[in-house]
Each structure stands twice: as structure tokens, then as C-alpha cells.
């Protein structure tokens, strides 16, 4: 492995979280976003094999409900929401599948969350509430949730925050937490380098981004030994790491 990628390195800022970031780029970057999360983060597959079997379980009805409007709601956190499509898609998934899903979408920067609630990426369909906030707002607050998920969050923890995050989150949890994430590898950084070179990227923060993110990800076997007991780590193709645990009723 290159020794830049040798080992990880939380200490890079990327452009997005920089305040003087330019504002054309970054809503790029966020159109760009559901791209990613089909094609790399593989967020249906995800749904499909970790997090529907819950709602089911939940709902109490192994095939889901005939209709939205009855049944147990089921509330389902995203953390860290970005631009929003994450959120939205597992409320559309969700809801085809005859879930009455309500989704929360939080995220700490405003930027993010004016473009989340301008709903520039959404379908026809229920509004996701989309939030100024951090976990900890939340647990603070005494809200509870039946599944939470965060696609990206890791990486940008450094260890003290990280646990504490992790605390956050637990303590959120009902059923289910799936945390999606990059693994760190010098075949993944090369290969991501030409996608994010491809045309419709451009003018974007994908690029830069999404390589500075590679340096600060995990492998999967220092996400393993970060994380609390009762925690389980995946791999997923292409070059993912899953962190899920089932907090349970």
C-alpha cells in the first residue's frame, strides 16, 4: 500500500466542510450524491438485505402492509443527511414496500440542510423532516428511533468523537443501526480516481473529496477494533465497510 494510504488519516479537511468552499461546487456535489449511493455505497442492496427484514419484523407482517396507513409507524434515523437522497430513498422504498415508514434526515450544516429541504432531488411522495441537529440533540431530547442508519459518517470521526457518536447512536436504536462506509485500499483509491474523473462529475467536489475521504477511512480491521462490543463489521462490494448492530426490543 502506498504510504499515503498506509494509514488513516482523520486530521484531512475536505472541501465540503470547509466554510469558504465554493457554493456552486457544493450543490453540484450533492446532486451528484445519489450517483454514489446507488453505484459505489449500494444503498438497495443494503435496504434489501439489513434493513427491510426489520421493518418486517416490526410491522409484524412478514410481506409488509397492504397500504400505508395502517399498521405501526416506524420511525427510521439518517444521520449525517447531506443533500437528502439517502433519506428520501429509504422513505420510497419503505412506502412501496407498504411500509408506514416516517423518515428523519439530521445533519449540523445548514448548507446541507437548505439543500435537503429545497427538495431539488425529490419524487412525489411523503416529506422526509429534515433536521438542523446532532445525535446527541436527539438523545437529548429523549427521541427514540426503530432503525438508524448513516452512510459516510464514520470516517470523519476522529477516536474520542467516534465513541461518543457511537453512544449517540445506540442510544438512539430500538432494532437496527447499519453505518455504510469506505474501506480503505490503494486498488480502491485508483479505481475511484478514474470514476470520479468521468464527465459529469466535473465542476463537483466527488473527485477531491471522495479521494481525501479514502485517506481517512478505515480497514476493516481497525473498524473493528474501534467499535464497541456488540458491533459487527462487512465487507460489501465494491471496497464498503457495514457496521451494524441489532440493539434488539
Do not use: K
Not at 114 to 132: C, T
Not at 140 to 160: D, K, M, Q, W, Y
Amino acid at each position: 500500500m502506498p504510504p499515503s494510504l498506509a494509514a488513516r488519516d482523520p486530521g484531512l479537511v475536505e472541501w465540503m466542510d470547509r466554510e469558504d468552499c465554493d457554493p456552486d461546487r457544493l450543490r453540484n456535489t450533492y446532486r451528484q450524491f445519489p450517483r454514489i449511493n446507488r453505484w459505489v455505497a449500494r444503498w438497495p442492496a443494503l435496504y434489501r438485505r439489513r434493513i427491510r427484514p426489520v421493518l418486517r419484523s416490526i410491522a409484524g407482517n412478514e410481506r409488509g402492509l397492504e397500504g400505508c396507513e395502517r399498521g405501526q409507524a416506524i420511525r427510521l434515523l439518517d444521520v449525517g443527511s447531506g443533500g437528502g437522497d439517502l433519506a428520501r430513498a429509504l422513505q420510497r422504498w419503505g412506502r412501496r414496500d407498504g411500509f408506514r415508514l416516517e423518515v428523519t434526515g439530521i445533519d449540523p450544516d445548514p448548507r446541507a440542510l437548505a439543500y435537503a429541504r429545497s427538495g431539488i432531488d425529490a419524487e412525489p411522495g411523503p416529506v422526509v423532516d429534515f433536521r438542523q441537529a446532532w445525535a446527541s440533540d436527539l438523545v437529548a431530547a429523549g427521541e427514540r428511533f426503530h432503525v438508524v442508519v448513516s452512510n459516510h459518517v464514520l470516517h470523519h470521526l476522529p477516536p474520542a468523537d467516534l465513541r461518543a457518536f457511537l453512544a449517540d447512536v445506540e442510544a438512539l436504536a430500538t432494532h437496527r443501526i447499519v453505518m455504510s462506509d469506505i474501506e480503505r485500499s490503494a486498488v480502491g483509491y485508483a479505481l475511484f480516481s478514474g470514476f470520479a474523473s468521468l464527465p459529469f462529475f466535473r465542476n463537483s467536489y466527488i473527485r477531491a473529496d471522495g479521494l481525501l475521504s479514502i485517506r481517512r477511512s478505515f480497514t476493516r480491521t481497525e473498524l473493528a477494533a474501534a467499535l464497541p462490543p456488540g458491533w459487527q463489521v462487512e465487507r460489501s462490494f465494491p471496497f464498503r465497510l457495514v457496521a451494524i448492530r441489532a440493539p434488539g426490543p
